[in-house]
């Protein structure tokens, strides 16, 4: 265990089976920061909070300059390496990696959260929903993994 507890969590969900290939369906399609859309489904399932979208426009600005000065462009630098220089890729591959752990510090650090009984996966998905007005299948697909089914 680290000492955030939503970067265990995120691990956690995002090793299973499907659940990367719906989060970054979010991402390209969406626009959806992934751990931010992670944030959402920790803060209703671990830690029984429902969101407001002023909660998660705040949360979300709190990292939004990281996201764009850093995390963007290691992943541009990651994905345009991948088929060209197999070191290079695998180095800004853990570069983004620790990257987003650090925007994870900060997401957790920012919204104050612990984890507490009464979260649910209703919670989650309902706050996931506010990053995806419209829903997505891909959204549908994420809370049915994150309920295990």
């Given at each position: 265990?680290?000492?955030?507890?939503?970067?265990?969590?995120?691990?956690?969900?995002?090793?299973?089976?499907?659940?990367?290939?719906?989060?970054?369906?979010?991402?390209?399609?969406?626009?959806?920061?992934?751990?931010?859309?992670?944030?959402?489904?920790?803060?209703?399932?671990?830690?029984?909070?429902?969101?407001?979208?002023?909660?998660?426009?705040?949360?979300?600005?709190?990292?939004?300059?990281?996201?764009?000065?850093?995390?963007?462009?290691?992943?541009?630098?990651?994905?345009?390496?991948?088929?060209?220089?197999?070191?290079?890729?695998?180095?800004?591959?853990?570069a983004e990696l620790e990257a987003e752990r650090v925007?994870?510090?900060?997401?957790?650090?920012?919204?104050?959260?612990?984890?507490q009984a009464g979260g649910g996966l209703e919670l989650?998905?309902?706050?996931?929903?506010?990053?995806?007005?419209?829903?997505?299948?891909?959204?549908?697909?994420?809370?049915?993994?994150?309920?295990?089914?």
């Open positions: 265990m680290s000492a955030n507890p939503f970067w265990d969590f995120s691990l956690a969900v995002y090793g299973r089976p499907g659940v990367p290939a719906c989060c970054l369906a979010l991402q390209d399609r969406c626009g959806v920061d992934v751990n931010v859309l992670l944030f959402a489904a920790w803060a209703g399932l671990h830690c029984g909070i429902r969101l407001s979208a002023e909660d998660l426009a705040r949360t979300d600005g709190a990292v939004a300059g990281w996201r764009d000065e850093v995390v963007r462009p290691l992943r541009a630098l990651r994905r345009r390496a991948k088929t060209e220089d197999d070191a290079f890729y695998r180095r800004m591959k853990a925007q994870q510090d900060r997401l957790f650090a920012a919204g104050g959260f612990t984890p989650a998905a309902a706050n996931m929903a506010l990053l995806v007005p419209g829903g997505d299948p891909a959204l549908d697909e994420l809370v049915e993994l994150l309920a295990g089914r």
